[in-house]
């Protein structure tokens, strides 16, 4: 078996390194993907989004959320800009916070096939309500250091 060189390793990725526009929705955004380099051992990938923002489907008015998504890859990982303009792609898209949440960790789930996927939706209130959505698919591997997602439950002014 011959080892690729990095530009072979890597020529499928059209996003990364180029001008890479904001898709105008969640289904035009592309996912692109990688061989895990590190495929003889189960381990955590975790991608922090703070600033999430998606729209109201009813209302238009803006939603804000703080997403925690962890993964035990199996033979693929995400490309993090990819991931970045996928997420960015929902500030003009209109649903849901349990379809936003759950729908950003199936389409993970289709383009990577992890071992293991969660992602905790912290949503700021509106209507006086925060809502907090939670997705998973998959067993978490045994023996795999998952740290808490630390994000606390909203206590408002406190």
């Given at each position: 078996m011959s080892k690729k060189t990095h530009s072979e390793r890597y020529e499928n990725l059209d996003l990364l390194g180029g001008d890479s526009p904001i898709p105008a929705s969640p289904d035009q955004a592309k996912l692109e993907r990688v061989a895990n380099p590190v495929t003889n051992e189960d381990?955590?990938?975790?991608?922090?989004?703070?600033e999430?923002?998606?729209?109201?489907?009813?209302?238009g008015q803006p939603d804000f959320a703080h997403l925690v998504i962890d993964y035990a890859p199996g033979q693929w990982i995400v490309e993090s800009k990819s991931l970045k303009l996928f997420m960015t792609s929902f500030r003009n898209h209109?649903?849901?916070?349990?379809?936003?949440?759950?729908?950003?960790?199936?389409?993970?789930?289709k383009?990577?096939?992890?071992k293991w996927l969660r992602i905790g939706g912290?949503?700021?209130?509106?209507?006086?309500?925060?809502i907090d959505v939670f997705y998973q698919n998959g067993n978490q591997p045994e023996g795999l250091w998952v740290p808490e997602q630390g994000v606390a439950p909203y206590r408002g002014r406190g």
């Open positions: 381990y955590l990938i975790r991608f922090v989004c703070p999430f923002t998606s729209l109201c489907p009813v209302t209109g649903d849901f916070h349990e379809a936003c949440t759950v729908g950003i960790g199936q389409r993970l789930v383009e990577i096939a992890p912290y949503w700021y209130p509106r209507g006086g309500i925060p």
